[in-house]
T-cell receptor, first 114, second 115 residues
Framework: AQKVTQAQTEISVVEKEDVTLDCVYE???????LFWYKQPPSGELVFLIR??????QNEISGRYSWNFQKSTSSFNFTITASQVVDSAVYFC???????????FGTGTRLQVFP | GAGVSQSPSNKVTEKGKDVELRCDPI?????LYWYRQSLGQGLEFLIY????????KSGLPSDRFSAERTGGSVSTLTIQRTQQEDSAVYLC?????????????FGPGTRLTVT
């Protein structure tokens, strides 16, 4: 069965701190895809990144970076030098090759204080 | 370009009434998905359409829920005989094609409140 676990319900940091959001997934498929979405207070889900199961290279995009490790079934997300605008709920999601639908974690609420 | 749009943005209805929620996907996107977000259940998949293929209805919680997609574009999610537990934000998403290689772009959602 497929499952995504985001154990951190809420994280609070002060601006400029680095913060890592954890995501652990379960799947029996060998081909799958992992995603991160951001949901700011406005409510609309914003796509951040997609990774397929064959690409374990870490990715950096500005202050954002992602660490995909199949050995631990994790796809963690790090924000460097956090800013107040990073305050949002972040969702990790899984899509298996034979289903296409997204299975979401419960989300991590990040609050960045000035 | 225009993103996914949904209407209405808010809907308040009485228990037992039927409601229709509309989704306009991004032009050219062949796959369309419905999800709902509620406090108790988080974000959960409801149904998706890919081109002319039969929809995947595996996430619909009961037979009171149905959806259709006309002309491969606009979709309507219908909830019959609404119950209070149907209160949630209903999110629509579209992607160029179905499958994990294509990210899903989400609309702003319709907040449904059943009184």
């Amino acid at each position: 069965a497929q499952k995504v676990t985001q154990a951190q319900t809420e994280i609070s940091v002060v601006e400029k701190e680095d913060v890592t959001l954890d995501c652990v997934y379960e799947t029996r498929d060998t081909t799958y895809y992992l995603f991160w979405y951001k949901q700011p207070p406005s409510g609309e889900l914003v796509f951040l990144i997609r990774r397929n199961s064959f690409d374990e290279q870490n990715e950096i995009s500005g202050r954002y970076s992602w660490n995909f490790q199949k050995s631990t079934s994790s796809f963690n997300f790090t924000i460097t030098a956090s800013q107040v605008v990073d305050s949002a709920v972040y969702f990790c999601a899984l899509s298996e090759d034979n289903t296409d639908k997204l299975i979401f974690g419960t989300g991590t609420r990040l609050q960045v204080f000035p | 370009g225009a993103g996914v749009s949904q209407s209405p943005s808010n809907k308040v209805t009485e228990k037992g009434k039927d409601v229709e929620l509309r989704c306009d996907p991004i032009s050219g996107h062949t796959a369309l998905y419905w999800y709902r977000q509620s406090l108790g259940q988080g974000l959960e998949f409801l149904i998706y359409f890919q081109g002319n293929s039969a929809p995947d209805k595996s996430g619909l919680p009961s037979d009171r829920f149905s959806a259709e997609r006309t002309g491969g574009s606009v979709s309507t999610l219908t909830i019959q005989r609404t119950q209070q537990e149907d209160s949630a934000v209903y999110l629509c998403a579209s992607s160029f094609l179905a499958g994990g290689d294509y990210e899903q772009y989400f609309g702003p959602g319709t907040r449904l409140t059943v009184t």
